[in-house]
Structure formats: C-alpha cells, structure tokens
C-alpha cells in the first residue's frame, strides 16, 4: 500500500497520461492488468484530433511522438471516467489542460462529476502551441492555473512538470505555491528526427517528445533535484520499464512511479515492476516503498 | 523503427478503385493479416494490410490514399511494420471460408493462397459493389471454390456476401476468416453468432489508428479495452461479444462514431 | 573541402571538446584517423583536478560523465595546443572556460600564442559549478563572455551552448549579438543514475552530463531551431557514431558534425563517418556538404 | 554499464602491504592483464588489474586503497569492466620471461600460471622491498624457474630485477613480460632495447584514469598518443620508443609529473 497525496494505491506503479487512456475501458483494462493507479488521456474544453501521423515512432533507444494533445473534450469524456472509477477498481486521475486558467477551471470543474480520485495537470506537453509546454516553462502561468484549479476542486492537485526548462524546482515552486498536493516529473524532452532518404521530419508535426530509456537519466535527475527542494511528493515518470528503473527512481525521491511508453513491453509491465519492488524490498530488510524514498540524498 | 524508405517497383491497378502497390522491401517475416503504416510524406500516415509479402493494395478514399496514387513507379513511401496480430494459419486438410468484402479482400487473398498450398480446403465468398470492383477473384479462384456476389448484381448473383453464407452450412467449416465493411462483418458476425460458429470465425477489424504499436490507446475497443493496432487488427468472433463492434468507432479525436 | 567561419575542414566532421584532447599527441592522433578538425580539451584559468571517479560511466543509451572541466590550466596547455598547431596538419579549435569574462579573456589571451584557428567558448557543460551551464543558461553572460573573447582574439569565436535551457534560440542570439561566429550545439543534457545496491548516485559528482545515442534527437531539434533562427552557421554535436546521425544532423541545419562518445566505436569513427557523408552525397547528386544543410527546413 | 554490484567473499593478506579481494562475480571471458574499474562507494573509482579472474590484489597506498581496506568479508564494491588490451598469451613450447616487480606482480601471475599450462617454459624475476613483500611467490613457484630479488637483501640476493636480468641471456626467450614500478620498467626497457628485444616484450602501464574506457583522453602517451586504459595497459616495447615512457606522467588535471 502506497499513500500519495492521500490516494491509497495498492502498489507504486501509475499508469501515465496519454498512454492507453482515451477511453474508459481501456483504463479499466491496465488496472486489472496490474497498475496501482491509472491516469486518463489529458482532456481539454473541446475535442481535438491531434496532429497528423506519424504520430509517434519507435526509436532504437526510446520513443518519439507528437500526438497533439487529441482528444474528445471533457464533455464527451466524462462518460469515460465514470466507467473507470466505476469499474477500474483504483484510484483514477483525471489528466487535463488547458490554455490559461479560465480553460483549466472549466475542464476541472466539468469534469467533478465524474468523481477523479485527484487531478493532474498538463502544463507540460512539448509540442502542442499554447497548451504545455509553452504554459509550462512560465512559473507564473504555472501558479495561476494551479490555484485556479485547486480553487474548484476538492481533491488533491497534481502538477506535471516538463524537463524542457532551465530550473525545473522554480516551475515546481511555482506549482506548490499554487497549491499542488504532488508533482509529477517528467513529461517528455523536445526532440526530433529526420528521415535522410528525403529529408522529411519524421513526424506529422515535425518535432515532439521523447520518451523512454533515452530519458531516464533526465528524469532522475528532475525527480532528484525536485526531492532536495521541494516539500510536496514527487512521483517520477520518464524511461521506466524494469522494476530497478522504478526502484532508481524512487530512491532519486519519487514517491510512485508513472509508466508510460514501458507499456510497448507489454501490459504485464505494471505488475512486474510492483513485484520486482517487492521483492527487492523484502531482501533488503524494508517494509514499505517510502522507506527506499530518496534515499540517494543520504548517500555520501 | 522510423519509417524503411521503399521504393515502389511495380504498381497494379486491380479494380477501377484500387491499386496494389509492390515495393523493393519484403516484409518477409510477416504474418498474412498483419499491417503496415505508409507513410506518405507531408501528408500522412495510414495503416494498410499487406497483400503480400512485399505489397499493398489501396483503395482511393482520402488525402492520403489520394496522394499515394500520385505517386508514380520508382516513387517512394516510407513503411513502419509489420504491427499486430494476424490470421491463424489454418491445418492440413483443415476446411475454412474466407468471406471478403471489397478491399478487405486485400489481406485473405494472401490468406487463400497460404492455406491452398497447405492443403486446406478453401471456399471464399467475394462480394463488391460491381463486377469491376471484385479484388482479386484471379488469386481467389487459384485456391478453392469461390462464390461472388456483387451490390448491382453486374457478376454472378446479385446481393450480399450474407446471402450466399445463410445458404451454406456453416458447420463444415473449421475457420472462417471475415475482413471487410464494419456492418457487413457485423451481419457475417450475427448469423455466426446464430450458428455458433464464432470461435471458429476471425475478423479482420478497422479502427482509426494514431501510434499503430499499442501505446496511444487510440484503438481501443469498448467494452474489452483490447487494441486494434496491437492486440488486432484481427479477433476471435468470441472476443468481439458484447463490444463496441458493429455499433460504433472513434474518431482522431477519442469522440464515437455511429455506424448507421 | 567545408568551409566552417574559414576554417577549411578536409570533412565535416570534427573531435568534440573534452575527448582525446588533453594532449598534443593525442589531438594528433585522432587527426591523424580522419578528423576533419579537432578541439581541445576546455582549457581555464587555473589547473584543475576534476572530479573523482567515477568520472564517466556507459549506459545502455547513452553515457554518462562529470569530468568537472580538469585541465592543466592554459599555461599548462600551451605546448600542446602548439604541438598539435604543428603536427595535426588540421584546423586546430581551442576550447576555453572561465568563471567570467575576465578569466575567458585571459585564457584566449594566454593561448592565442599557440594560434588557434578558432576558439570554442564552453559555456555549456552541465556539471562544473560556476563554470558552464550556469552561465550558459544567462543570455546577458554569454553575450558578455562572448564578446569579451571576440574583441581579443582574431580568430574566429565559436560559441557552445547547453540544451539545458527553456530557449536555446535565445540563448544562441545572445552570443550571436556578442559576436560569435558559429554555434556548437549541444553539450551534454543534464542527468543522473543511481545504483540501486547501494543507493549511491554512481557518479563521483552524484549528477553529471548525458551524451551518445539518447541525446541524438534532443541535439537534432536545437539544431534545427537554431538553424530556422540563426544567420551564424551551426555545428552539430550529440550522438552521433555513424554518416547516418550527420548527414540527419546536417539536414537538420548543421554546417559540420563534432563527435564526442562516438570515439568509443573506435577512432576510425570519423573516417568511416566522412567517408558516408561523401557516399551519400555523391549517390544523391549533391556536390558538397552545404547543399543539404538544413534541408529539413523545406520538406513540407 | 554502470559498476556490477560485487560481494567481497573472501579476502587474503598477501603481504604486509597487499590484500587479495575475491568477488563473487568473476570476469570469465577477461584477458590477462585486463584491468577493471574498482569503485569504492563515497571515495574513489581505481583502476585494477585482475590478479584472478574474480579477484584483485590491492597495495594500500592512499585515500580509496585504504577504504577498501577498511571493508570487510561481505561488504561490497562496484567494478566495471574487464577493460583494456591484456598480454599476448604465449604458445605452446615457447620459452617467456616474467619480470615483476611489487605490485607489479598481480596481473603476472595469472600470466605465468596460464603460461605453464600451455606448456610454455616459464621463468620469473620477482622483484620487491623485502622478504615480506613477495608477492604471489608460490603461485610463481608452480610455473616455472624464479629468480627472486628484494632492494635490501632480505631474500636471496639483494640488489633489483634488472640484476639478473642483465645476467641472463634474453636472446633465449621468445616473449618477456613486465609489470612493476616505471622506473624499473624503464630500467628493463633500456636493458632490452640494448638486446633488441623490445619487438618481444610487453610491459603493462600505469598512467590516471578516468572513464578507464577510452573517451576522456586522461590517460595518453606522448608522443604516441595511444590511451592506456584502451590501447593498453599492455603495450609491445616497440610502441614505447620515443615516448613518455620513464620520463613523465601526467596528474589528474594532465599536467606533467616526471619521473626522478
Ligand atoms: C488494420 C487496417 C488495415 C487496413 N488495410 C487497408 C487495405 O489493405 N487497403 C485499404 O485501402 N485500406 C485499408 N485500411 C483503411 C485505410 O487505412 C484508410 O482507408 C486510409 O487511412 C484512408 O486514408 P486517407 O487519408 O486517404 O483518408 P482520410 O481522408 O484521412 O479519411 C477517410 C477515412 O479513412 C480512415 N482513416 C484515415 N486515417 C486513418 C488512420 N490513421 N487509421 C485508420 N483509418 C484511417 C477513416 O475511417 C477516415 O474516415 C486499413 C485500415 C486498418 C486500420
Ligand atoms: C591499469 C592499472 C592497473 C593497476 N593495477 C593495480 C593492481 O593490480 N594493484 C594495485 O595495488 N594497484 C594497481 N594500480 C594502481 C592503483 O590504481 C592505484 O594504486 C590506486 O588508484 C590508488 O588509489 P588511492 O586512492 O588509494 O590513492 P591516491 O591517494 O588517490 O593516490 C595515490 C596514487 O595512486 C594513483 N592513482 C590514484 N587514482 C588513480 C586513478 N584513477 N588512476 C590511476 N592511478 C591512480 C596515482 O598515481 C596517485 O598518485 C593499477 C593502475 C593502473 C592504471
Ligand atoms: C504517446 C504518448 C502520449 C502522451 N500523452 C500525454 C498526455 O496526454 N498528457 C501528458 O501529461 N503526458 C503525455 N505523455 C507523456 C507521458 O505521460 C510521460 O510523461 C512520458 O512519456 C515519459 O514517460 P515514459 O518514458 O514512461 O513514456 C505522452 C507520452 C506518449 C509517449
Ligand atoms: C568525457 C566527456 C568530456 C567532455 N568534456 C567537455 C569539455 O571539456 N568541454 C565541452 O565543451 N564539452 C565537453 N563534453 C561534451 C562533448 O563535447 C559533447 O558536446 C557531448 O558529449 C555530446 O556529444 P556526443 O554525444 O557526441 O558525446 C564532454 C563530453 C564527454 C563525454
Ligand atoms: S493506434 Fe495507438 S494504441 Fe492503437
Ligand atoms: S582514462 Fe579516459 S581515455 Fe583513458
């Protein structure tokens, strides 16, 4: 059992945004599959087809995409949710964006019916103009619509962070002086490949966001400088497939883990990441994941 | 994988709406019933069944369909696959039917042939909208018994691949194998159903594709949550109970969209 | 034949600061397998140890290092840089950092009797507190700096920025107002791992610089902003082992490629990379390496 | 890779001033004379030879040597590798030369033992300060003939190895190895250039490592260039002419230090 921000998850894998979670059957399916927690697509005031394919390609060491923040609006999505929080059997976190304040509060607002075990929100996307990232990398921006929606709701506010920053632990100050319960840190880095045999950006939109193994040591770091400074719950996402990505991670200071393009590996990756964390546990003489939280800053 | 840059050798017009599209890439390791995404550059890119090893076929329905039958001879695409799940090969001596709707022909001409030269017995029902439009019947009729039905009645009889299936007996069959329209799959499916022949019965879905490698979520099927582009494109009739099959999709945007 | 600020490189590929090149020899010596033109070490003020080891650690995607800037100082570092002036029969880049523009000048000053065909300002790396990135990530500094050595030298100044920053187009504009003559992009990213026996960060800095394959697609995209938002040529640097990653880096806007880890593969890495960039260029019927910079810009 | 978390499971005072550390992990497929990066969690990473293939023969000398020290049966280290370029084996019947000095001794004897059970014909000149200070003797023992040397006389005949190498007749061995001090490598070195034996005999560096995998450029020689931790440790004496060799190395900041 694992306690963020309130939320009771059964073990410390999260299911990211964006990944397997546009529809509410899906999400139920990953949390039967294992996942401690799941958190939905991010859902914005109206709907949005996203950008054109490709899409999101495969890397020999992680992942490119720039889907472009699709989605079915929270009006249309709202349905989904309910099903998920009905059927899904944990917590369920409601991804949103939005691109100023007014959107965040009204997508927030709409979307409380559908009861979301804790809200998180987007200010991270790297390729989507005027949503994320562009919000992201503005402290300002980033408190203002973080207390806009802390405002209208009344369950915990989680705010994810995009590495594509100078200082990341100024945009999560920004954040917790908004009110944030949690951070979650990282979205994807900007970044971009060509196709030489015609010189063609390989994506739709030209450039996106890595994820995957390329960027877990980014991530590490993120989580690792966030923990030394911050006083709310980091959990960390970025490059986890194994449990000793998770176990690395939780130990930079995370409280949870997210998983997102670790899915490719498959849907049993929620379950054996929370075993092998277990038992790496249970070997080394611990009872409970929050004792292995951050323990590299003790280290000398 | 980003996309094999692939060279189109040799392009087929098959039917007036259709053309197959041979590359000088093979994708040698693929199941029949797998996809690949074409990448058409600066426009889009879509997922196809491969028609064969080393080929598509195309039917012109949008940009990007529009776009690539721009492309001449000696052009290029760049292809990502093959992705997904494909068909059960079927025993020796084993009897199947395949039933194929207009361009869902693409992937079961492969299918018969494979089976064919393992000796399976094949029987095929061919439907399309006129006798032109008829993909493949050459490829067909090399491998079984092939019954044709066209929407004008312009070849053979006219009406509905559900026309000659409700007139067989299903139970000779030990697969069937179904790709093509949504709503004729979902017809295909309901006398399956009656017959209880849906375990014995695949089809070969569509849904709309954004990743095509099982991350986005972009494909999944209500209620199962299970994805097209990963867990499909093709399903067990069994696991199509109860779904979002037949009565709806999603657009790009995750929004349903009604079959009529 | 490339033309980089008048520099005459042989081939566009070029040996990244802080590789083989803390001797004379050694510059030689990777001159002597292929380079087109190769940069020191960065050279300061004062002589520097560095920091402990583990200094530099391989991943499966990348590698990971915090040398900390060790140098001999420039006083130190003049013979070399003459010896390979003398011998390498190559442009020879001098790579210098400083705390401020004061030690920049000095350093230029102190190794400008060694005639350097350019200098490369450091400003950059992401692990040497005072030194590097903390001044990097400041426009007002790396126009400060920048100029400082632009107005005592008379070579040509070439500025190398880090990618970890929110805008490194801003970043790039700075140095190109304080005079610089081309960009190097991009220094290592900032990351971290932590060994999961022990809970100690695995390198001796705890924190330190991601460069080799995982970075590839993050160098591709600054380079290609910096390229649609510059007038300076850019040079491209991150991940690149094969003609394959610098003829995509080139396409992204890059006038020649510096390899840093790709050394690992072994030193005939620059002959084998030039040899298919001239491959290439030949089987598609371009004449030189200028005809397709930057040609992703016009794929639409 | 990032360091193999290594069990210490046995550890061997070897003389007064060395200690054998076995790990629980062994590099199976390592070359004698290879060396791995020994990372001593809060202190340092060091460079050390393999002096088995799951162990290392450490000389307490400084901050990180003295840590190890300090660290018991059970306790852990990091290693990385097996890097670097190891010694040529020599051939069955062939007649090799050992020359060890010190420490110098650690990647030797594995050489030596692996030598005899070649059927080379093995001799050894073991070098040290004293008696005491023998380094794996009795593995040399087992191999071959041993010439043994100490600086104050305290076994055997006092006085250095080139003492008796100057005695010998170095035309009679096919391949010479040395390990040890660097001026006494020098030593060596000038003996056999005068014999013009230097194409026959590999000698294995010392210099400051720092990634130890052939990046960083901390560990070059003049005016060669070659990195020690990757075109080496072992080098041909025929690489070594005109080179730093014996006259100076370099700190960690690569400022020069000259030998005296
Ligand atoms: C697994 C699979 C295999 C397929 N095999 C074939 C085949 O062998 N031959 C063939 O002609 N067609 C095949 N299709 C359908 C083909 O992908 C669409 O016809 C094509 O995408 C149309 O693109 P467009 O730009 O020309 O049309 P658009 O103008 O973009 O839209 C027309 C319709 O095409 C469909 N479509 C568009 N983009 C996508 C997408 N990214 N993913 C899925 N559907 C999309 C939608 O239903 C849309 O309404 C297959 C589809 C799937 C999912
Ligand atoms: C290829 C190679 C193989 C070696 N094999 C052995 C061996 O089998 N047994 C053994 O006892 N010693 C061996 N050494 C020497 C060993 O690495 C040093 O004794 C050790 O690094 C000292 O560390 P320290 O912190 O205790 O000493 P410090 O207090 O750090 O310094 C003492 C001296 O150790 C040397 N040293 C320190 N750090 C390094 C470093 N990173 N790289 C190289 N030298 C360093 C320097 O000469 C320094 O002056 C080997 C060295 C090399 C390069
Ligand atoms: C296909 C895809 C879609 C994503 N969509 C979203 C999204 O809608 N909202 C969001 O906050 N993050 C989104 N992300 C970012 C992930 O949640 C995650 O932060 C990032 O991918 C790094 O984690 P990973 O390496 O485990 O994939 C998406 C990532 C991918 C690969
Ligand atoms: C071991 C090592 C040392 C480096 N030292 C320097 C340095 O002194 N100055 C500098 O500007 N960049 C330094 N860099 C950064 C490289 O020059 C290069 O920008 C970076 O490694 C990305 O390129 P790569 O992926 O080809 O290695 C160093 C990189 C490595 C791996
Ligand atoms: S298209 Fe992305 S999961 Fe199927
Ligand atoms: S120690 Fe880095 S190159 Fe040898």
């Not at chain 1, 100024?170 to 010189?199: C, F, P, Q, W, Y």
């Not at chain 2, 196809?48 to 776009?67: E, F």
């Not at chain 2, 019954?147 to 009406?159: E, N």
């Amino acid at each position: 059992m694992v306690n963020v921000t309130g939320l009771r998850l059964k073990n410390p894998t999260i299911l990211a945004a964006g990944i397997m979670g546009t529809t509410g059957a899906s999400l139920i399916r990953v949390a039967q599959q294992g996942a401690g927690a799941v958190v939905t697509k991010s859902i914005g005031p109206e709907p949005k087809d996203g950008h054109n394919n490709p899409s999101m390609v495969k890397l020999d060491f992680g992942y490119l995409n720039a889907m472009g923040l699709p989605n079915p609006s929270y009006e249309d999505f709202l349905p989904e949710l309910k099903k998920a929080k009905q059927k899904s059997g944990v917590p369920v976190i409601a991804s949103i964006f939005g691109s100023n304040e007014d959107e965040f509060r009204k997508v927030a607002q709409g979307l409380m019916s559908g009861k979301p075990d804790a809200f998180e929100l987007n200010v991270s996307c790297p390729h989507a103009m005027g949503y994320g990232t562009s919000l992201g990398t503005d402290s300002k921006m980033v408190k203002a619509v973080t207390s806009a929606v802390c405002e209208v709701v009344n369950v915990p506010v989680w705010v994810k962070l995009t590495p594509n920053v100078t200082d990341i632990v100024a945009i999560g100050k920004a954040a917790e002086a908004g009110g944030a319960d949690a951070l979650v840190a990282i979205n994807t880095v900007r970044g971009m490949a060509i196709d030489i045999h015609s010189g063609y950006p390989v994506l739709g939109n030209r450039f996106g966001g890595l994820s995957g193994d390329a960027i877990r040591p980014i991530a590490i770091k993120c989580v690792y400088d966030l923990y030394a400074n911050m006083d709310i719950p980091i959990i960390g996402v970025g490059g986890i497939s194994t449990w000793q990505h998770a176990v690395e991670m939780i130990m930079a200071g995370a409280s949870a883990v997210q998983i997102g393009s670790g899915v490719y590996e498959g849907l049993n990756v929620f379950f054996n990441v929370s075993e092998g964390i277990n038992n790496f546990l249970k070997e080394h003489g611990y009872k409970k994941t929050e004792e292995i939280t951050g323990i590299a800053h003790e280290r000398f | 994988m980003i996309p094999i840059n692939s060279k189109i050798t040799k392009i087929v017009a098959e039917t007036p709406s259709t053309r197959t599209f041979f590359f000088d890439y093979s994708f040698e390791y693929a199941g029949i019933g797998q996809f690949v995404m074409v990448w058409i550059r600066g426009v889009d890119e879509i997922p196809m069944a491969l028609s064969y090893k080393n080929a598509i076929t195309v039917q012109k329905v949008g940009d990007a369909t529009s776009r690539l039958f721009e492309i001449e001879e000696g052009g290029f695409v760049g292809l990502r696959g093959p992705f997904g799940k494909g068909f059960t090969i079927p025993k020796k001596r084993e009897n199947i039917l395949l039933i194929a709707g207009g361009v869902g022909a693409a992937p079961l001409a492969s299918l018969a042939e494979k089976a064919f030269s393992e000796y399976s017995y094949v029987t095929i029902i061919l439907g399309a909208r006129n006798v032109d439009e008829l993909l493949f019947m050459n490829r067909f009729l090399q491998c079984g018994h092939v019954y044709i039905t066209t929407d004008d009645g312009s070849a053979h009889r006219c009406g509905f691949v559900t026309d000659v299936l409700e007139e067989l007996d299903v139970s000779v069959y030990d697969r069937i194998y179904i790709c093509g329209p949504e709503m004729m799959m979902k017809k295909v499916f309901d006398i399956l159903e009656k017959e209880q022949a849906l375990d014995r019965a695949e089809f070969s879905l569509h849904r709309y594709f954004k990743c095509g490698i099982g991350i986005c979520g972009a494909c999944c099927m209500d209620e199962t949550g299970l994805r097209v582009c990963k867990d499909g494109p093709v399903f067990n009739g069994k696991d199509l109970m109860d779904t979002e099959f037949g009565k709806y999709a999603r657009d790009a945007s995750g929004r349903k969209k009604w079959f009529l």
